[in-house]
């Protein structure tokens, strides 16, 4: 039989020192390993035994506040079990490779990472190609797989570094929002999907959702949250 808590072997790993196995299944997420969303499995896993948070189980027991929206926070969200989908995670447009994970309590550890220290550990062949494949998409199939097999070198050896010299982490008191909750829905009156009931809007005195109703909303994409005008 299928065990009800399936982060049971996510929360085995971290209190094992397992970080390895985590960064593993990070990337089955993430689609790759790279230094980054293996730092942010790094301080998951160490805001989890810090906090000492066992048999979590996404019902925002604990929370976490991501500040960048970068494969850090894939690493933090695989780690944490706070991900976009849910409630459990807050995202803060800040564009800092930090996070804070909290206990209801407000009781929270604030990790943010020293950039200089990590970017010190790559290669010129890992810089070069980098600016080639990442920045400029331009390299071969053959240059991306070699980017790809210097990063899980680069990624897996982040691992590594000792936590002094990568992270700045502090105990912070965190104000913890009430549980998220859950809304009735009403029926779009144009396109008749159905609309979480605070999004609806009125048009002709009949519910609408925003798409229908031609209004601005919020949209989170890789540069962050933007306001898109109608
Ligand atoms: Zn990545
Ligand atoms: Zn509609």
Not at 40 to 65: P, Q
Request: hydrophobic fraction near 35%; charged fraction near 25%.
């Amino acid at each position: 039989m299928t065990p009800a808590n399936p982060r049971k072997a996510i929360e085995d790993a971290i209190y094992a020192g397992d970080l390895p196995g985590l960064l593993q299944t990070s990337g089955m997420l993430h689609g790759h390993f790279c230094p980054f969303s293996a730092l942010g499995v790094k301080a998951g896993a160490r805001a989890v035994r810090d906090l000492g948070v066992r048999k979590s189980t996404g019902m925002e027991e604990v929370i976490a506040i991501v500040e960048t929206n970068s494969c850090f926070s894939d690493g933090v969200q695989i780690t944490t079990g706070c991900t976009f989908g849910n409630n459990a995670l807050i995202y803060r447009d800040f564009g800092k490779t930090a996070f804070t994970l909290a206990r209801r309590s407000g009781d929270g550890i604030r990790i943010s990472v020293l950039a200089d220290r990590v970017k010190a550990e790559r290669t010129p062949e890992t810089n070069e190609l980098w600016e080639k494949v990442v920045v400029q998409r331009r390299g071969s199939d053959a240059e991306r797989d070699r980017l790809n097999e210097l990063w899980r070198d680069l990624s897996f050896r982040t691992l590594d570094l000792p936590d002094d010299e990568v992270f700045e982490a502090r105990q912070v008191k965190v104000e913890v929002p009430s549980y998220a909750r859950i809304f009735a829905s009403v029926q779009c009156s144009v396109c008749g999907e159905s609309i979480m009931e605070p999004r609806a809007r009125i048009k002709d005195g009949k519910p609408v959702c925003i798409p229908c109703s031609g209004q601005a909303y919020y949209h989170l994409a890789g540069d962050g949250i933007a306001v898109i005008p109608r």
